[in-house]
């Protein structure tokens, strides 16, 4: 939408409010879960994602998200079932940002 500034007929600026301004990987919830995890992300940008599960060790345990997403609120479930009670760690990646969370499934 555009929006008319107080006193200045021509000139105009833009408000965005619905779009997300920053990128942004929320807590898993619960945490810890058993067995499963609510994951919540907000995309700034449309972008590449990938949202994967690592175990202490390094390995790769599972590979939630691998598409090209628009930007917004996005959310997604882990379920662990067939993983042990521990500490993984959840990496999110777009085009320009990468975080990781440290989530706990306790069976």
Known sequence: AYVELEGTATAL??????CPNNFQLQNAYPNPFNPTANITYELSENSN????????SGKLID???DEF???GLHSINWNAKSQPS?????QLTTNNHMETRKITCVK
């Open 86 to 90: 521990g500490i993984y760690f959840l």
């Open 69 to 71: 997403q628009p930007m």
């Open 49 to 56: 994602v990938k949202m994967e599960i690592y175990d202490l």
């Open 63 to 65: 590979s939630l998200v």
């Open 13 to 18: 600026a833009m408000a965005n409010i619905s």
